[in-house]
């Protein structure tokens, strides 16, 4: 199936990833396309709800297996998206997983009433992966075991988590998902470093033929005034 002008195998998970912070997407796409989940999901990535409705629209909901959506967005919030995306189709409707810094009982009851799957609290972790994979409709090649769980109720926050991003936990985990995004930056440009070695030699290489065929030029009948008297 061809999902964004781009062909998908039978048993991928496609999923929609709404979310307005480079980095946060950027958390996502890396977990979600590691060695442990190569080959189970296929993520396209927006950055805004009107963006996500627009893509939903054209392809009538019909090409993405599960929508995974920031809370907190300018103009269309994930909340307004997931009561939008549950509206196209009451029948047969679109998971949705609310993402939030923010761990509010308040919030994750009003997201789980509307409709959500699950709601995961930031940053998105390697132990979140699995719960995507319960609340999805489809199945991944990996994951004929697995059991599909939908509207899974998360395990209530304590007093020191529902303090949010605000808190140092919250500021931690910001800088954890910036540290796996330059990580992998890191990582992408130390293939490159091989290559920018060998084309410094022969930069220098031609530097030296340079000046050592200027100094034979200037030197008369000398072959290289190196060797001149």
Same mark, same amino acid.
């Given at each position: ?28 796409q890396l977990l979600l396309n590691s060695n442990s989940c190569a ?5 396209? /990535? ?5 963006? /996500? &409705? ?21 103009? &269309? ?21 609310? &993402? ?8 994750i009851s009003r997201c789980l009433n509307a409709g959500a799957e ?43 988590? /529902? ?15 910036? $540290? &796996? ?13 091989? #290559?920018?070695?060998?084309?410094? #030699? #022969?930069v220098y290489a031609v530097l030296c033929l340079g000046e050592l ?15 001149? $008297?």
């Amino acid at each position: 199936m061809e999902v964004g002008g781009v062909e998908v195998e039978e048993g991928v998970m496609r999923v929609l990833l709404v979310d307005d912070s480079p980095v946060d997407r950027r958390v996502v796409q890396l977990l979600l396309n590691s060695n442990s989940c190569a080959g189970s999901f296929h993520v396209i /990535a927006v950055d805004s709800a009107k963006k /996500a &409705m627009e893509f939903l629209g054209l392809k009538e909901g019909k090409a993405i297996d599960m929508v995974l959506t920031d809370y907190c967005m300018p103009e &269309m919030t994930g909340y307004d998206l997931l009561k939008a995306i549950k509206a196209l189709n009451p029948l047969k409707p679109i998971p949705v997983i609310v &993402m939030s810094s923010e761990n509010e009982p308040q919030r994750i009851s009003r997201c789980l009433n509307a409709g959500a799957e699950d709601y995961i609290v930031k940053p998105f972790q390697s132990k979140d992966v699995q719960r995507l994979r319960n609340c999805s409709n489809a199945r991944p090649k990996d994951s004929a075991g697995c059991e599909t769980v939908c509207k899974r109720k998360p395990t209530p926050p304590s007093a020191h988590a /529902a303090v949010g991003a605000a808190s140092p936990s919250g500021r931690r985990a910001h800088f954890t998902g910036v $540290a &796996m995004v330059l990580h992998s930056s890191s990582v992408e440009l130390s293939q490159y470093f091989p #290559l920018l070695f060998k084309l410094g #030699l #022969l930069v220098y290489a031609v530097l030296c033929l340079g000046e050592l065929l200027h100094r034979w030029s200037s030197g008369g009948g000398c072959s290289l005034s190196l060797w001149c $008297a």
